[in-house]
């Protein structure tokens, strides 16, 4: 079992805090460690930011430790407490569906056979039985308010014009008598998550150790930022989901490649495997060939493939490419295509198929690629058109039915990257 797990997980910028740092390192390399890190059930898929969580589980378990992946049927009913308003608590039916989803989400990013297989658990299983006399006398009565107060969020929400309701209050209770059972049941001495997560996280080593006196540990993870400091794993259109209904492999695939150049490393060790060598490489080529983005382009395909699988990271990087004139528009399969134009701007006909499509002029105009019909004259006649990456070389050019990708799209590029779609139903 190799000593220096530690040590890798900070290189990878996955150390933000820890409990007894000393003592964690020594008892991570003395033998395998039982650690959980937990997911609340509050959309139908995972999203990026527990991607990070998922991958942190995922090394540790690699270096010989045994991984608990913990979905939380019990405070996914709850909510922890936003700083900002009350959570929406969703229907016990939804809860209970959702906890399904995510418990197949994690089986794919953590071993579930071998000696230190994971174990995916749900907390309802030993809350539900719980009675309200018996959760205060036993757990709320080794907790102290004005401590319980001091967490960022709870704090932020006392101030607020909505304050604070007690169930959302009530949550950190709940998690740390998390710790506290997989402790009882599986030995287990670690918990992970987001440095957001640290007051509740240190709640439930406290309890732990007041109630069975033993000393066990907490790591959390540092949160990402782009270069201005905003939140990392949102876009214009929200959250970036592992659900590839709910942000498809291309727009997953491109939301790494936009990444910026500043964060393309720190996204590199935290998301991918790559080696310190190929890192390091590929942040020199970020300062030495920027307009390149090697380092952005192996980020991309390599979460790509991660989280959608090989096949699909291929399809999407084929199709990133020929959308820019490097590949047959043409060989990429309905889906791939589909996506790869939904967020572009767009035009939709209606073609019964026994009369001419518009000319293209005027579909560049349509599509707002051009502001009129004689700045598509303009642009033709400059060589800037493309109709399914082929150059227009005539305004009055009419497409027919041959042109048509899956039988359904046109793509119309001016210039090098600005890119619009026709959508064709009839």
């Keep these: 079992m ?18 007894d740092e000393p003592a964690l390192r020594n008892a991570l390399a003395q033998g395998r460690v039982t650690y959980y890190c937990g997911f609340d059930p509050t959309a139908p898929s995972l999203h ?30 709850i909510g922890d407490p936003k700083p900002s308003a009350e959570r929406t608590l969703n229907s016990k039916e939804t809860v209970a569906a959702w906890v399904e989803v995510l418990r197949e989400q994690v089986g794919r990013f953590l071993d579930l056979s071998g000696p230190n297989a994971a174990i995916v658990v749900n907390n309802l299983d030993w809350t539900a039985p719980m009675s309200a006399i018996d959760f205060l006398r036993d757990i709320g009565k080794h907790f102290r308010v004005n401590r319980m107060l001091a967490k960022e969020a709870v704090a932020a929400r006392l101030t607020s014009q909505e304050g604070i309701s007690y169930t ?6 709940l998690q740390a008598l998390d710790f506290l059972e997989l402790y009882r049941r599986y030995g287990c001495t670690l918990q992970t998550g987001g440095s957001d997560q640290w007051g509740n996280l240190t709640a439930g080593v406290d309890l732990v150790h007041r109630v069975a006196g033993t000393a066990v540990h907490a790591m959390a ?31 997953f695939y491109q939301f790494w490649l936009n990444s910026e150049d500043a964060v393309a490393g720190t996204l590199l060790r935290i998301f991918t495997d790559r080696d310190r060598e190929e890192i390091e490489a590929l942040e020199q080529a970020v300062l030495e060939r920027p307009a390149v983005r090697e380092a952005q382009r192996a980020l991309a395909a390599d979460v790509t493939a991660l989280v959608h699988g090989r096949e699909a990271s291929r399809s999407v990087q084929a199709a ?55 700045a598509a004259r303009r642009t033709v006649a400059e060589g800037g058109a493309y109709l399914n990456n082929a150059r227009v070389t005539d305004p009055e050019h009419v497409p027919d039915g041959a042109d048509l990708l899956a039988g359904r799209w046109l793509v119309l590029r001016r210039g090098r990257r600005s890119l619009a779609a026709v959508e064709v139903l009839r």
């Design 221 to 251: 993870t540092p949160l990402v930022t782009r270069a201005d400091g905003t939140k990392f794993g949102k876009t214009e259109a929200g959250t970036v989901w592992l659900d590839a209904t709910m942000t498809s492999p291309y727009a």
């Design 48 to 77: 990026i930011g527990n991607l990070m969580q998922l991958l942190t589980m995922r090394r540790l378990q690699q270096a010989g430790h045994r991984p608990l992946a913990l979905v939380g049927g019990a405070t996914g009913l």
């Design 320 to 374: 990133s490419q020929a959308l820019f004139g490097h590949g047959e528009l043409g060989e990429l399969d309905p889906v791939t295509l589909a996506d790869s134009l939904a967020e572009l701007p767009r035009a939709t006909l209606h073609w019964a198929g026994d009369s001419p499509l518009p000319a293209t002029a005027t579909l560049l105009v349509e599509t707002g690629l051009v502001p009129s019909r004689s």
């Design 2 to 19: 190799p000593t220096d797990v530690f040590e890798e997980l900070r290189w990878r910028g996955l150390v933000a805090l820890s409990t």
């Design 168 to 173: 959302e209050f009530s949550y950190q209770l």
